[in-house]
């Protein structure tokens, strides 16, 4: 189940990668980034209840809160693309996948 946080790390993430083609976009960094950034970010995130989950969805809405998020999403990429969880023989540049 996503949340508001994911999906908007998942949104900033589609961003990045385009202008970062030097990176691996397989199906493993891309969940290997994706956990991270929502990890360093999930202090953010004000769980549980409908009106928390509203609330976060607009604060989340703000540029100061997509910066921070865009920052924690790079320092995953650059993270898991220095040590990922595969050999070079399965690095996929962007555009080969989906
Ligand atoms: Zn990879």
Do not use: W
Request: proline content about 6%; aromatic content about 6%.
């Amino acid at each position: 189940m996503k949340n508001a946080l994911e999906e908007l790390v998942l949104e900033v993430y589609a961003q990045l990668r385009t202008k970062h083609p030097e990176f691996c976009f397989c199906e493993r960094c891309h969940d290997d980034v994706i956990a991270q950034a929502l990890n360093k970010a999930r202090p953010r995130y004000i769980g549980g209840s409908p009106i928390g989950a509203a609330v976060t969805r607009v604060s989340l809405a703000s540029d100061q809160a997509r910066a921070e998020i865009a920052v924690a999403v790079f320092e995953a990429m650059r993270r898991v693309n220095q040590n990922p969880r595969h050999g070079p023989e399965d690095y996929v540049p962007l555009g080969a996948g989906g």
